[in-house]
């Protein structure tokens, strides 16, 4: 069974930072898209941003410039920078890993870690 373990969120205030992390199996880590989704409540879970095997990265728009997504290969783990927080930025956060292939497509996520910005 594949594990996604999360850690790092908490309660900061506006304009703040926090680094969530993001551990997984080194065969899961090495072939799949990691990610980082949200969700809000009373909203849809969204992209926040993802990170390919090969180092591409794509951001949401809300968080472009704020945001950094990076991957540590040697320890299978996936972070998440966030600087100049908002509250709009409160939810609960999701550690994701994907893969398409011609058949399938496989998707694995971590139980969430919650970001409240608050003064």
């Known amino acids: 069974q594949v594990q996604l373990v999360e850690s790092g969120g908490g309660l900061v205030q506006p304009g703040g930072s926090l680094r969530l992390s993001c551990e997984t199996s080194?065969?899961?880590?090495?072939?799949?898209?990691m990610g980082w989704y949200r969700q809000a409540p009373g909203k849809q879970r969204e992209l926040v941003a993802a990170?390919?095997?090969?180092?591409?990265?794509n951001y949401a728009d809300s968080v472009k410039g704020r945001f950094t997504i990076s991957r540590d290969n040697a320890n299978s783990r996936v972070y998440l920078e966030m600087n100049s927080l908002k509250p709009e930025d409160t939810a609960m956060y999701y550690c994701?890993?994907?893969?398409?292939?011609?058949?399938?497509?496989?998707?694995?996520w971590g139980q969430g870690t919650q970001v409240t910005v608050s003064s």
């Open positions: 080194r065969t899961i880590f090495s072939i799949y898209t």
């Open positions: 994701n890993s994907h893969r398409s292939t011609p058949l399938n497509e496989y998707d694995y």
């Open positions: 990170i390919t095997s090969r180092g591409n990265t």
